[in-house]
DNA sequence: AAGACGAAAGTGGTTGA
DNA sequence: TCAACAACTTTCGTCTT
């Protein structure tokens, strides 16, 4: 009776039901972490947090066997944040002076610790690895569990010897890039590029090894995915947003997708719900913000038209 | 004058011998 | 390792709004 009020975890995705209208219209915006209903425009966070514990408990020893403490374990930091240090002071914990001989122990222990800290390559080179790919993330915006990913993707790749000969950088490039692919989060290679320590050639090369070898599934970049983030730059509608998202639908279906570049995908299906929508832009507009040319932009366009047989009629 | 169109030639990456 | 190839880009003249 007394736990009835206890807080559900709500997750919002697209198949959701907007609060501010009603309607079930929610699209992830991965780029700033935010969902937006195309109906009405509302934002709404991730998830609403639950505050308490998943947990329950009737008695007071149950809840004290239950109850759990510490920072939670994380894969980002080289010991995943589970490290025991020896502090450098020569007090104990009551702030008492040690004698000659306890300090001489603790002397011992205390170079030995450190030096098992960071005995092994694989621990300098993780050290190494995961303060680059804070730097990097953090200059990219990419959010915490896309993070903890990329990070698991280079620890599986230095376990599997893949950095050998390669530069630490370009794996970590490459690990953030394919967590991103796999998280969904638009980026682009040069995006990470113009960040990353390392050039173009390295990164791409080690994106491939790691995919070749580490055993992790990174879906293709889809140009449904860029919607959000193209369809907010050009500052569309929300009708004209979700008409693009139902074209791209259909030529996924009739598989006139496939190795296409996404962005081209993306910008002509908004390009033509533009002008069914009547919330039109022009072809330069888009191409700008897809990073594609206006000649892709057209092609891709003409072809969605007549493989979809849409007609672009709007006065009726 | 801006936007759209399409042809032609050039570029970088993938694939298969 | 090389050539063939598809997709995309750059450039540019022309047509449309």
């Not at 934002?43 to 239950?66: C, H, L, M, N, Q």
Request: proline share 2%.
């Amino acid at each position: 009776m007394a736990n009835l009020a206890r807080t559900k975890r709500v997750r919002i995705n697209k198949t959701e039901v907007c609060m501010g209208c009603g309607e079930s219209v929610f699209t992830n915006d991965y780029t700033r972490g935010e969902n937006i209903c195309t109906s009405c425009g509302l934002v709404a966070s991730d998830r609403i947090a639950d505050r308490g514990p998943e947990w329950r408990a009737f008695t007071a020893e149950e809840r004290d066997a239950k109850a759990r403490t510490g920072a939670p374990m994380r894969l980002s930091i080289a010991d995943k944040g589970l490290s025991t240090t020896i502090d450098w002071r020569n007090k104990d914990a009551s702030g008492r002076a040690l004698t000659t001989n306890t300090r001489a122990a603790i002397y011992r222990m205390r170079k030995w610790h450190i030096r098992s800290r960071v005995h092994s390559s694989h621990h300098r080179n993780l050290g190494f690895a995961m303060s680059e790919m804070e730097r990097l993330s953090s200059q990219l915006g990419i959010p915490r569990d896309a993070r903890e990913t990329a990070a698991l993707i280079y620890r599986k790749a230095l376990t599997k010897r893949l950095v050998r000969g390669r530069s630490i950088d370009s794996v970590v490039a490459a690990s953030v890039y394919l967590a991103c692919r796999i998280h969904r989060i638009p980026r682009r290679l040069d995006e990470i590029v113009t960040e990353a320590k390392t050039n173009r050639k390295q990164i791409s090369q080690a994106v491939r090894l790691v995919i070749s070898k580490v055993n992790i599934y990174v879906p293709l970049a889809s140009a449904k995915d860029l919607i959000p983030r193209l369809s907010s730059d050009l500052r569309l509608e929300g009708r004209t947003v979700r008409k693009a998202t139902e074209i791209i639908k259909r030529a996924k279906d009739e598989r006139i997708t496939i190795g296409k570049d996404p962005g081209g995908i993306a910008g002509a299906a908004l390009y033509i719900a533009g002008i069914l929508e009547a919330d039109r832009r022009t072809q330069r507009e888009i191409a700008k913000v897809s990073h594609v040319t206006e000649v892709t932009i057209r092609n891709r366009y003409k072809e969605l038209v007549r493989s979809l047989g849409i007609t672009l009629d709007t006065d009726f």
